[in-house]
Each structure stands twice: as structure tokens, then as C-alpha cells.
């Protein structure tokens, strides 16, 4: 399993920066990290490139885990939006009294943000309307490194 070192990404007089989290934060920001990192879900057969997910919602009791999967002419679903629906298929995505933590695992290398997956302008949207805007996102490489909670 990777090592992960959590950091909190903020805005900092208009500039990104990585803080440090709380040792609860870390810890059970990890657990939800290593079942995206164990996920098999993740199906790229053009591209590839794996993402992988797990969707936790806590005190909910289950944590679908999920990837990324490509079909037809260069057609996908991406991993956030199947972590969505997985979710869904087993309680109303409202219904939920704190925020839900969504991790992905992709790419390669380690470093700072340059080498993370970030969820795209179309995944952020739906994890913000099925989700609340509080939905926290980690996302981490698949080698290990910082990973980065926003």
C-alpha cells in the first residue's frame, strides 16, 4: 500500500497552499485512501488510465468503491460520477448529517499538486448537487506522496 502524507488545500492570499490536518482528520481521511487505492472498479480499455474511488459517508456504514470506465467510441463514466450512483442506489444522497468524503487514486509519481487527478468541472457539479457543497475530495497518486484534501 502507498504512503501518503494528508494535506489540507486552501487559498492563501489568492495562492494555493498545502496546511497540515489533524491526526483524526488523517486517520479517517486514510481508511476511505486505501479502499479507493483497493478498488477494482476501473475499467480504461482506450486509455488506460485508471482512477480509482471510494465514496464514504460517515456513520452511513457503506463505501462503495468505484473507477473510472470506458466503452463504445471513446465514450466514459467517470469514476466520481459511478461512486455517485453506487451511493445512491442504497440511500437518498441527502440524507446524510456529515459531509461525505470522496477519495480518488490515479496517476503516477509522487510529488505536490502538478501530479494529482482532480474531478472535472461536469463531476464537481454533480458532487455538489447530490453531495452538499462540504463534500470533501482526496486525491492522491498512485505511488504514494502528498495527497490533498479540498
Known amino acids: 500500500m502507498p504512503k501518503w502524507t494528508l ?9 494555493p497552499t498545502l496546511t497540515p490536518l489533524t491526526k483524526d482528520e ?6 476511505v485512501l486505501r479502499s479507493a ?5 476501473a475499467s480504461p480499455i482506450y486509455s488506460g488510465f485508471h ?17 473510472n470506465i470506458e466503452y463504445g467510441q471513446f465514450q466514459a463514466l467517470h469514476m466520481e460520477e459511478a461512486a455517485v450512483a453506487a451511493l445512491a442506489s ?3 444522497t ?5 459531509p461525505p468524503v470522496l477519495a480518488i487514486v490515479a496517476g503516477r ?17 454533480i458532487l455538489r448537487d447530490t453531495m452538499g ?5 482526496i486525491s492522491a497518486n498512485t505511488d504514494g506522496g502528498v495527497a490533498v484534501v479540498a
Not at 26 to 31: G, L, N, P, V
Not at 54 to 65: D, E, L, N, S, T
Not at 94 to 98: F, K, P, T
Open 94 to 98: 441527502a440524507d446524510h448529517r456529515e
Open 26 to 31: 488523517q486517520d479517517s481521511y486514510k481508511d
Open 37 to 41: 487505492a483497493e478498488s477494482r472498479c
Open 133 to 137: 457543497e462540504h463534500c470533501a475530495i
Open 7 to 15: 494535506k489540507r488545500l486552501v487559498m492563501v492570499g489568492g495562492r
Open 51 to 67: 482512477v480509482k474511488g471510494c465514496i464514504h459517508v460517515p456513520g452511513a456504514g457503506y463505501a462503495p468503491k468505484s473507477g
Open 90 to 92: 442504497r440511500f437518498n
Open 109 to 125: 509519481g509522487k510529488g505536490g499538486l502538478k501530479n494529482l487527478t482532480m474531478p472535472c468541472g461536469n463531476c464537481r457539479d
